[in-house]
């Protein structure tokens, strides 16, 4: 059975993450289901909606909603609530928009607060042998504009957007790919369809309920008016023109963007729809009167009738936080910030809140093992050399220094609360013991140093180890004059270059680099049933193998194949998890996947679990008191449901 299955919950307790595990073996067929939800007696219309509805431009409530609509199911930490005001937040650039589509969080399925997955736009999923998965959509539903939701926006995406060679140059994205193969995809009525390989495709399901989702649809009815297969010629010229774009192509891809949500006029099926186009310092977006989802007494979400997001300078935010410009925000907040926050509550009515952030490490630091430059090539690819470097480091001063001791210390691996977790993937050469690493640099052959008391490399070049950042934040500067003083204990001296995220990429993926920091593993919290892609050389954004995930990514075309025996091991225990037929053959796979690394470390991870502030306005009711705050899983907010947060004035 893929995605559900039983597996240890005394390691997801915590967080009251419970998985359904079981054995593909003992099930062909999976059918993802939404829990059983109570009878609702009656519906009941928005108030700010009355008035169109009176008036005959919207229809009424029974008429904008599927005929069976996802139901929020009410718990002990949620409530219902009263529909009615605006969430304010504050963002650092236009682009920010794009987040009403993560918070909004309508996927086809999606993570539940116990990271389960559970049909959302979909009324069901099911799933048979891995391979074959049959959707099936919720009769009556409908776009933000009121137009029919059906496989029709499935099949246009399909045949016309993704396979169409002008819109989708490099074809369909990566994940309907299974070792090239590509899926049939069958329209079997107007709300079933399905999507097949001949082998299993354990990426779908995930990519669906992501941060960032896997666009399957998009809005045919408004889309085909700009394509010249079913739109005017005449018309679809004026808009290039009045778009100023180069052709056709362009100005379909630019107006069709469901993810960046700039286009005011582009239906969309998530609770709230952006009704202004960029640039501008304030973007509204207005309640969707045909949101799919009600909550237990009735009534249509989202409760709020706008979400306003204010355009500002990054670093003023925590100060415009305070003076309670906002009334959810945690963009561009830092741990930093939170006695600064903490002292203005009372004043400015709002509640700070501590979610646990679940990376494998906050921030990680990256030996580039696809240097250019040869004496740091060999160095970095020294498996001693990494462990040195690692013992090298006070972690525990980090944590009671910066973090007041509240931090997780250890390597850049997964948590207590992931079922895959073992101590020892945390705890192998992480313990502070200059003595030990000193003895393995003397081993490599490190012997001698300068007058600094500097280790000299072979060539005679001191170990000045240089490490790359993107310059965002203090937190990087102070962490590293901290590993500096630790490192000078063993001969090595530590100098820090800030740059530009994107200047830092590219010179990674050049080779120019010797070491960079960065965060460390996005889900520090897999089940076995996770993609493992993040520990294994397939991504160039990898800052540890930027080459060899190059290689993997373009199919040999650039790059650098693998040629070191271990990481070639991880591709091979990859493979085997993506092929393996049982959920105990995945865990095997992700057990010697993390036994390699913490033997190897590839990445020298220094603490975990730093709290992010959440500022929430004091009136506003089912933000959760405890989360986890991450991005992929759990879209930040976008897990529990912004929908369901009501003002109770």
Known sequence: MFYQFLWKARALAAFGVVALLAGYAQADVVRYQAPEAPRIAALKETPSLAQPVATGKLPAIAERLPAVPRISISGPDLSVGKP?????????????????????????VGYNEKLEIEPDILE?????????????????????DGAPFTTEDFRYYWEDVANNEELSPVGPDVTLRVDGELPVVE???ETTIRYSWSKPNPFLIPAMAGA????????????????????????IEAAIEAASARNWAQLHNRIGNMYRATNPDLPTLQPWHNVVAPPSTRFIAERNPYYHRIDAAGQQLPYADRFIMDVVNGSLVPAKTAAGEADLQSRSLNFSDYTFLKAAEERSNYDVRLWKTVRGSQLALYPNLNTTDPDWRELNRDARFRRALSLGIN???INQVIYYGLCLEGNNSVLPDSPLYEAEYREAYAAFDPERANALLDEIGLTKRNGDGIRLMPSGRPLEIIVETAGENTEEVDVLELIGDS?????????????????????????????????????????????????VPVHQQSLQWPMWGQYAETSGSAGEPVDMEKPKRLMELYDRWIAAKSVEEKVAAWK?????HAEEIYTIGLIAEVPQPVVVASALRNVPEKGIYNWDPGAQFGM???????FDR
């Open 84 to 108: 009615g005001g605006d969430i304010r937040m504050l963002v650092g650039r236009d682009k920010d928009v794009r987040l009403l589509i993560v918070y909004g969080y309508a996927r086809l």
């Open 124 to 144: 069901w999923l099911e799933v048979e042998d891995g391979r074959i998965f049959t959707m099936k959509l919720r009769d009556g539903h409908r776009w933000s």
């Open 187 to 189: 329209v079997i009525d």
């Open 212 to 235: 960032r989702p896997l666009d399957l649809f998009v809005p045919a009815h408004y889309l085909k008016q700009f394509h010249p297969k079913y739109g005017d010629a005449a018309a």
């Open 395 to 397: 972690r525990s001063e």
């Open 487 to 535: 490192w000078r204990q063993i001969g090595v001296k530590l100098f820090t270059k800030p740059s530009q995220r994107d200047v830092l990429r590219n010179r990674v993926f050049a080779g120019d680099t010797m070491m960079s920091m960065w965060f460390g593993y996005e889900n520090g919290i897999p089940t076995p049933l996770s993609s493992p892609e993040e520990f």
């Open 592 to 596: 010697e996947i993390l036994q390699i």
């Open 640 to 646: 529990y449901r912004p929908e369901r947060f009501w």
